[in-house]
Each structure stands twice: as C-alpha cells, then as structure tokens.
C-alpha cells in the first residue's frame, strides 16, 4: 500500500485558511507562522533610542531619531520648543527649526483693565492687570509652603520649620541646632524632640513642666522649687512642704514648745511666739526691763525716748513709739 502525508492548516479568527509553513504580518511590529497547525507569533523588539523625542515614521514598527537642529549655537532634538525672544515661539521640526510670532490679541487672555494699569512683564509677552493675584491663577508651590503675590509674580516661601526653595521645602531638625531662627530653645531638664515642621521639648524623668521650653524638679502655684527645698504651703499655714524627686509632699508644721507667760497668734502664722521676744508687742517692757533694753530710738538722725510718740513727716496718718530701744509704728486706718 502507498502512504500518504498530510499537512496541517491554521485557521484565523476572521476564518481565514493558512498553509502549513505560512508566513504574514499580522501587524508592523509581529510576524505570524503556520506550524503544526498552530499560529505563532513573533514580535519584533526595537533598541533604545538616543534621543528625547523619538518619532514613528509611516509603514516602521521602531521609533526613529529625526534630524536634530542648529540654533543660535545651540543643538535641540526634534520636538523641542524655545522662545528666542519675547512672542516668539520656535519648534524643531525633524532639523528644521520652525518659528513664528504670537498674535497677542489672539494669544494673550483679555484683560479687564485699563490701558494704564496694564504691567509689561520682562521676558514675557502677555501683559498682566496691576494687583493680579498671581497665586490664584496657579502656583506651583510645595505643599509646604505658601505662594506670595508679588508685583509682576508671585514666590513660594516655605513654612517655618521647613527649609528650601518654595517649590521643595525639607522639614528642620531644630533638635541638631541650640538656639537661634533653625535651632531649639529647650533648656535645663528637657530633652528635644523633632516634629515634622516644629519640635518639642520632653521632661526628663522625676521633672515636672515649668513652661513650653523647660522642666523642673517641683512647682507649687507657679513658683519653681528645686530637689530637697522646702517651703511653707501657701493654702495651709501649719503645713510645710518638700520638694522629693519631682513629687511634692506637705505634712504639718511642728510648733516648739514655748515657756513664756505672755503668748501672741500673730496673723497668718502658724506657730504662737512669745510677746516678751518682741518689745513692739510686749506689754512688760519697761526701761530697764527684762531684758535690759535701750532707752532711746533713732530716726531719721533725731534722739526719742522710751514711751516717746511722733508721726511720720511723710505720712501723717502713721504713729510710732519708741520702746525699750525699738520703733514701733502703727498705721490709722481711718486717717484721712
């Protein structure tokens, strides 16, 4: 018997019947072959260019480099665009430079100004109104920043705690630096820490907040106590309190004991005290007395004797007395 070889076919979506072996161009960049009864496909790969604009030239799957152009002692590659002077716009055009001059009532938005306050802008071709809000018509400062109107423009000026060109501002890192515009003013106690765009300053541990920039050990009713001091409490005259490791701790004042026969409460004092220690206030005290006081006062460069009044030349609504060598002065509250 005789063999027979059959050869296999591709069919094509649109319906179409290959041959065995058949090649086409399914498009400018893929090649199609018939093997085995199937369809396989190749797609052509294209090297990279050297140049910025590359273009697609009619009936080739690779982008090919133009002609680039001469001007003005300068080469640019095709596409680029400059404007050798003011309303002029130049583009090369695959190693022609092609240029022409802007219409200004067509190309330059209407102003709704007069002709007096119309700005000449140098460089530019368009004029602008006087006060035109620059940042308004679009910016294109860093989100860290803020546009400024200026008379023919308008800036960037980054925030403060960012440093930069307005177009990109970084944060700061106030905690490298110590004072001045860049730098922290954390003082005694504290540790700075950096924040984006600020930073802030940290008690250390056993200290307590004095005001924004530092820390101290105690502080009651706004006064600053340091390590081990203590002090009388200002709500509680028999208490006193101690600054221990940033903790405050009041405990009641302990009075001695008083031997004395005359004792005084004098106001806002927690512990009584003896009259005879003070001759201002002891009804004993004569000359002579017990504790052999002086006879006379001086004031104001004259001589006054025990039991001696006078008032005061700059305050006639004040009485003092001398006794047992002491000034004793009392103020008349309904002297007028």
């Known amino acids: 018997l005789g063999q027979c070889q059959c050869f296999k076919s591709c069919s094509l979506d649109n319906g179409t019947q290959i041959q065995e ?21 190749h797609h052509e790969g294209c090297p990279p260019t050297e140049c910025d604009n590359p273009v697609y ?26 404007s050798p002077r003011v309303c002029v716009s130049c583009t090369c055009n695959n190693g022609r430079m092609v240029c022409e001059q802007q219409d200004i009532k067509k190309t330059c938005p209407e102003l709704k100004c007069s002709k007096s306050d119309q700005i000449e802008i140098h460089g530019q071709c368009c004029p602008v109104c006087k006060g035109t809000d620059f940042c308004t018509l679009g910016h294109t400062c860093h989100s860290n920043a803020s546009c400024v109107n200026l008379a023919t423009r308008y800036a960037c000026q980054c ?40 930073y802030r300053c940290d008690c250390m541990k056993g200290f307590n907040r004095l005001d924004t920039y530092e820390c101290t050990d105690c502080v009651d009713k706004g006064i600053e106590y340091s390590n081990g001091s203590k002090w009388k409490s200002p709500l509680e005259a028999c208490q006193e309190c101690m600054c221990q490791h940033g903790e405050i701790d ?32 002891s009804l004993t005290i004569d000359i002579g007395g017990h504790d052999l006081s002086q006879t006379t006062c001086m004031h104001m460069g004259m001589s006054f004797s025990h039991g001696e009044e006078w008032r005061l030349e700059q305050d006639q609504c004040t009485s003092c007395q001398c006794r047992a060598g002491h000034i004793c002065c009392t103020f008349n509250e309904a002297c007028s």
């Open 250 to 281: 009041c405990l009641p004042l302990a009075c001695p004991k008083l031997t004395c026969e005359n004792v005084i409460q004098q106001p806002n004092e927690c512990c009584p005290t003896c009259a005879d220690s003070n001759p201002c206030l």
């Open 57 to 82: 030239m009619d009936g080739e799957c690779c982008p090919v480099c133009p002609t680039n152009c001469f001007y003005n002692g300068k080469y640019y590659d095709h596409g680029d665009e400059i």
């Open 159 to 198: 925030h403060e705690g960012f440093e930069g060109d307005g177009r990109d501002c970084q944060d700061i890192n106030e905690c490298q630096v110590t004072g001045g515009r860049h730098g922290h003013h954390c003082n005694t106690n504290t540790v700075c820490v950096n924040n984006i765009g600020s």
């Open 21 to 41: 072996g058949e090649e086409w161009k399914k498009d400018i960049c893929s090649t199609c072959r018939c093997l085995n009864g199937s369809v396989q496909c």
